[in-house]
C-alpha cells in the first residue's frame, strides 16, 4: 500500500535538508515547488494534468520550512526577498478564505472542510468516503497557522518591513486567544484534536503532538506539559508516535487484511516515524536537558528498524500493537527524514 503523497511530504523533507546538506540543497526543494503555488494553495501533485487542490497544510509546511531554513542559516532580507511574495499570498488566502472549503473563521482560526474529502494529512479513503474525516478546525492545521503569522512578522520585520509587520501582528493575539479558548479544556488534560461546528473531538491523536512542538505556541508550559504526558502514556511507541490512542473504541492496531482492512487501520492506531520528530521537539522544549537522556534513548531504537524489511531504510508505517511490524511503503521520505531530523535535535542539543 502506497500513499498518495501531498506538498507537506516535500516541505517536511527540506526542513531537515539544512541539518544534513548544504543550503542550496534545501532551496533548491523549495524553488521546485515556489512555481506551483496558486492562490496561495499547492496542488496536491505537480505532475498532476489537471491540478487538485485538498491539502489545507500544504502552504503552512512551506512557511514552517522557510523557518527552519532561516533559523539555520538567517539571511533575513534575502529569505524575505525570495519568499515573501508567497508568504503575503499564502496568508492572504487563508485570511481571505480563497478557497471555498478552506479559509478562516470570525475569530481567525481556520477552517478545512469538503463533504467526504480528508484535507489534512490523513486522507484514507473507503469507496470514496473518508475513514477519518476531521473536517472542521483541525489542531494541527491552526497550530502552524499561528506559527506562521508570529514567523511572518518576525521575518518582516528582521527585513525591514514594517508595514507587512503591523499589519500582521494584530492577528497573532487574536488567533492565540481563539486557539486556546478552542482547543484546550482543563477537564481533558490535552487538546481537542479537531472541532466542527462548536463540537469538539477528543480523540486522542498524534495532532496535538504538532501542536505543541511548534515554534511559536499560545499555549502555556504546563498546558503543554500535560499535552505531552497524555501523548507519551497513549501514543508513544519505539517506532514513532500511533494515529489514535487504543483505549479508543475505533482503535486498530494491526494493518492487514484487503485494501479496505487497511485504510481502516492506518489512521486509526497505526504507527507513522513521520510524528517523532514533534514529539522529541516539544520533548526537549518542555524538559530540555533533563530530558535528553530519555529521547536519546528513544532515537538509538531505531537502528534496529534499518536492518529490517528494507535494508538501510525505514518503512511508512508500522502496527500500532507490538511488535510493530513494519507495514506500508517500504521505504518512505518522510519516516527517514523525520528521524534524521530527531536524532539531529538529540544530538546537537543546547540548553
Known amino acids: 500500500m502506497v500513499r498518495q503523497h501531498y506538498p507537506s511530504n516535500f516541505c517536511l523533507f527540506a526542513g ?6 548544504p543550503p542550496k540543497s534545501c532551496i533548491n526543494v523549495l524553488d521546485t515547488y515556489l512555481p506551483y503555488l496558486k492562490n496561495g494553495f499547492f496542488p496536491d501533485g505537480i505532475n498532476q494534468k489537471e491540478p487538485t487542490y485538498n491539502s489545507a497544510d500544504a502552504p503552512l509546511w512551506f512557511i514552517w520550512t522557510i523557518m527552519k531554513y532561516f533559523r539555520k ?5 534575502e529569505i524575505w526577498e525570495k519568499y515573501g511574495k508567497a508568504i503575503r499570498e499564502i496568508l ?14 470570525r475569530e481567525g482560526l481556520v477552517y478545512a472542510q469538503k463533504d467526504n474529502l480528508p484535507l489534512t494529512w490523513m486522507n484514507a479513503l473507503i469507496d470514496g468516503k473518508a475513514v477519518v474525516q476531521r473536517d472542521g478546525m483541525p489542531v494541527e492545521i491552526n497550530a502552524l497557522w499561528y506559527n506562521s503569522l ?3 512578522v518576525e521575518l518582516a520585520g528582521l527585513a525591514g518591513d514594517q ?3 503591523d499589519q500582521w501582528k494584530g492577528m497573532i493575539k487574536k488567533v492565540g486567544d481563539a486557539f486556546v479558548k478552542t482547543f484546550w479544556n482543563e477537564g481533558h488534560e490535552h487538546l481537542a484534536d479537531f472541532v466542527k461546528d462548536g463540537r469538539p473531538d477528543w480523540s486522542v491523536r498524534p495532532n496535538m503532538v504538532i501542536a505543541i512542538a511548534m515554534e511559536y505556541s499560545p499555549l502555556s508550559k504546563e498546558q503543554k506539559q500535560s499535552v505531552l504526558s497524555v501523548a507519551e502514556q497513549a501514543l508513544l511507541t519505539k517506532r ?3 494515529t489514535l490512542s487504543p483505549e479508543h473504541l475505533r482503535y486498530k492496531g494491526v494493518v492487514e487484511g484487503g485494501q479496505n482492512e487497511r485504510e481502516l487501520a492506518i489512521h486509526q492506531g497505526a504507527v507513522w516515524p513521520w ?4 514529539f522529541v521537539e516539544a520533548y526537549l522544549k518542555i524538559h530540555k536537558k533533563s530530558g535528553l537522556a530519555f529521547v536519546k534513548k528513544l532515537m538509538d531504537g531505531f537502528e ?8 538501510g531504510t525505514m518503512s511508512e508505517m508500522y502496527n500500532g500493537n507490538p511488535p510493530h511490524k513494519a507495514k506500508g511503503a517500504i521505504s518512505q521520505a518522510w519516516s527517514v527524514a523525520s528521524v534524521v531530523y530527531a536524532t539531529h535535535l538529540v544530538q546537537n542539543y543546547k540548553e
Open 150 to 152: 508570529c514567523f511572518a
Open 92 to 105: 492572504n488566502t487563508y485570511k481571505n478564505s480563497g478557497l471555498k472549503y478552506i479559509g478562516t473563521t
Open 304 to 311: 534496529d528498524d534499518i536492518t529490517e524489511h528494507c535494508i
Open 275 to 278: 510524528l517523532i520528530q514533534f
Open 73 to 77: 542559516f538567517n539571511h533575513a532580507t
Open 163 to 165: 508595514s507587512f509587520a
Open 16 to 21: 531537515i535538508v539544512p541539518f544534513v546538506k
Open 240 to 242: 514513532g508516535l500511533r
